[in-house]
Every structure is written in C-alpha cells, then in structure tokens.
C-alpha cells in the first residue's frame, strides 16, 4: 500500500480542491492496493470553504513539499540494544547488517547513544588486553553520541550531505519522544529508486504545481487548461479535455466505471463545476459541464443554478470590507492621450447589495482619487451572473458618460449592461475620451 497524492495547483480554486477530492475517491474505488490522498497547495478561499462545509467533505491535507523526506527511505527493520546489554551483544548486533551502528535504548525505549564498528575497533586497537573483558561491560559503557540524528520529515537532501560531512555511514531517525523509528545509509540515500507519487489534476504546469515537483513521480495528468510545463520520465497517462472544470472530467469518470460519487463528493463536483463555469455562463461551457451538472443535480436531489446563484451571493459578499479598501485593492492608474490621470478600480459581485453602499464608495472614491492626484476615478461594480456593470465615477462624470454614449443615472454612475472587461472594455473608451 503506497501512498498517491492528488493535487491541483496553487492557491487553489474550488474546481482544483473539488477535482482532487473527486478523483481521489474514484481511483480509491478503482485501486484499492493504493492510497489515494488529496491535497491542497495552500490556504482555501471563502468559497471552497462555502463548499466544503455545505459537501460536509473533508478538508484535504496541505502538501508543503513532493521531496523525498527521511521516512520516505528509512528502514523499519532495525535491531537495538539496551544499554544494560552486554557490549558483545551489540557488536552481534551489527554484524550482519547494512549498518555501522546499533542504537543503544535507555528505559522507556528513548535513544540514550549508539555503539558503532569504529568504536568496538578502536577499543581493540588500543586496549587489546582489557577488550575480552570489556566485550562483558554493559553497553553504556562503551556507546557514543549518535552522529547523525534525523527527524522523519528531514530532506534527505539534507541527511545525505550531512553523513558525507560526517565519520559514520548511518543516520538514526528518531520520532518527538527520542524514540528511534528508522535508520538511512549513505547507500539509501544515494541512489534512490523511490519518489513519492502524485496525480495532477486542474494544471500541468511546474511553476503552479508542488514544490520538489521534478523530483516527483507524476503518475497521471487530468486537466482542462492548455499543455503546459511538466516533464515525465517515462510515458505517463494525460488528458487535457477543453470543457469548463477539471471536475466536469472526474464525474464523467465516475459514470464510464458505472461508479456513483458519495454525496460529499458529488457535492464538491457540483460546487467546482458550478464555480468554474460561472453558473454555466463562462466562455469555456461545454454541454459536457451541463449535463454532470444535470446528473449530479438528479444524484443530490437539488437545483445546480439555485445552488450556485447561492454559492456565488454567499462568497461574494463584500459587505463586510470597508469602502476604502474597496476602492483601493485593485485600483489601475491610467493617462489618456490627452494627458489626463484617471483611476479604474473593479469589484466583482453578485446582486446588488454592494450597490447600496454607493455613497460611501463614492466618498472613498473622492479621498482616493485626490490622494492620488487623478482626475477621475472609476469603480466597475460588476455583476458576474447579470453580467453587466455599473460604473461609479467620481469626477466628471459627464465626460464619462459621453465616453461610452449612455445617459448618467442615478447622480454619478452609468448603467452599462454587458461590460465586464476593464482592460477590454472600460479603459479603452476612457482612454480615448478623456
Ligand atoms: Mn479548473
């Protein structure tokens, strides 16, 4: 039984956590021979976390590294000595083994010392009379420090320099309490044919994947974005399949192996879905996306657009973010051709409400934009399920208006119903009008 994680990639979205859950669960039922692990590359955003805890799904564990870690390599299968055990039992110990050491126990099984080959020939080198009897002495008697301690989460990067720099050949692992679990040798650690063993889902990308990523063994690829950086040593199973989620990919899995998703799961796969695609309305919606939505909808009994009409209303809240701050997080400088400043800020949201703060983001808006020297300050309010925005401006807004050739409402903001693109579709027009 080995140990295979599924990861998506950094700062990680709801589709790469709901995938790598997804697909765990799958390849657990397919291999039960493996463990199939999930993990995430960092902390998860609000509404992963709105999902997870509606899933009732576990949170998967952080992966900080793939690198090879002492207990990665260590043997288990070790002898020891107690330190009242004569010194010859000691030296029996050893011989025979891989190893130059024998780790010397004191009460309770604690790492007290460690006899080793080079101390047991000394003593004979040096005291050839005294060294039969000595052989009779109690094994404290005779034991060192322990050379090269190590921690079960060590590099063995890390271990291997330090035993090169070092006069014996073996590391004693030990566990929180001093209690040694594990010995490595220069000669583990030099040529390892192990790596730890991981699915990608949601990219392929190095830099997006986890660190010590080329020192892992990439066992398979599930993806929808483009193919990117990742190299394999051998021939490796990869799908990169242009639907809206990684998770639209898991489901479709699910229902070719005739294998249904336990309710937490189906719940993450819907939510990741859902998230993906923007409700089924981002450019990248496939009928694919639509129809596991569809199933998993039937499979939990529950409407996906109400679900995640809820889930964006419940993430995206705003309200509790100052009005300062708001304005400020993301606001763009621009010049226009006419030499004027201008700021363009963006906030993306669901509904209304933020809307109802308008006073108060228009003052903030105000302080910003003299603070900041600009002429003008504009605030996208965008509404990401109605997509459209409405603009706050803070300035002239009049020549704003006649930029984009619509009536000013409501005192200072413009309606402007299918704009969402700040770069595509807001800048340009205020760089040319202003
Ligand atoms: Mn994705």
New binding site residues.
Partial sequence: MSIIYVSGHRNP?T??IGAAIGFAELKTALDPDNEYVPVRLGELNPQTRWVLERAKANEPVALPHIRLRAQDLMATEFPVVGEDDPVQGAGLAIDGTDYDLVPVLGEDGVLVGAITIRGLALRYVHEPQTAAESLQAPSRELMQTPETLARPDDLCSEIHDKLRAAEGDTAIVVDESQHPIGLLTRAHLASPAVHRRVILV?HAEEGQSVPGIEQAEIVEILD?HHIGSIETRVPIKAVFDPVG??STLVLERFVRNGIEPSRPTATMLLGAILS?TVILNSVTTTDRDEAALEYLGKLLGLDPREFGAEMFESTSDVSGIPAADLVRRDAKPYTSGNGTPFLVAQIEVVGKSVLERKDELLEAMQHERSAQGADLFALMVTDILDKGTELLVAGDVTAAARAFGVEVSNGSSLSLPGVMSRKKQVAPKLLAAL
């Fill in positions: 979205d589709d790469a949601d929808h989620s990684t993906d």
